[in-house]
């Protein structure tokens, strides 16, 4: 079984930052690539940032230049440093591992951005 615990969802204002972290727990498991989603009342859950097991990443166009996804092996935990926060970043952020045997997701952080 996996477990997924993730922390630093909180209110900012615009323009202010937040750093997001997620670790993975369990036994038996071996993760290919760890990455943030987000999804916003009335919207379909996005891909925010994603970090294979090779280090290459890749970013949503909304948030490139502004967050950065970086990821501790040793620890499974994968961040989300998120700068430069807008009021359209407000969403319900969850953090998703991908193993051979599926994916796994964790149980969400709000993230709030006031104007």
């Known amino acids: 079984q996996v477990q997924l615990v993730e922390s630093g969802g909180g209110l900012v204002q615009a323009g202010g930052s937040l750093r997001l972290s997620c670790a993975a727990s369990?036994?038996?498991?071996?993760?290919?690539?760890m990455g943030w989603y987000r999804q916003a009342p009335g919207n379909q859950r996005e891909l925010v940032a994603r970090i294979n097991s090779g280090g290459t990443t890749n970013y949503a166009a909304s948030v490139k230049g502004r967050f950065t996804i970086s990821r501790d092996y040793a620890k499974n935990t994968v961040y989300l440093q998120m700068d430069s926060l807008k009021p359209e970043d407000t969403a319900v952020y969850y953090c998703r591992i991908d193993t051979p045997r599926g994916f796994y997701w964790g149980q969400g952080t709000q993230v709030t951005v006031a104007s």
């Open positions: 369990g036994s038996g498991f071996s993760i290919n690539a």
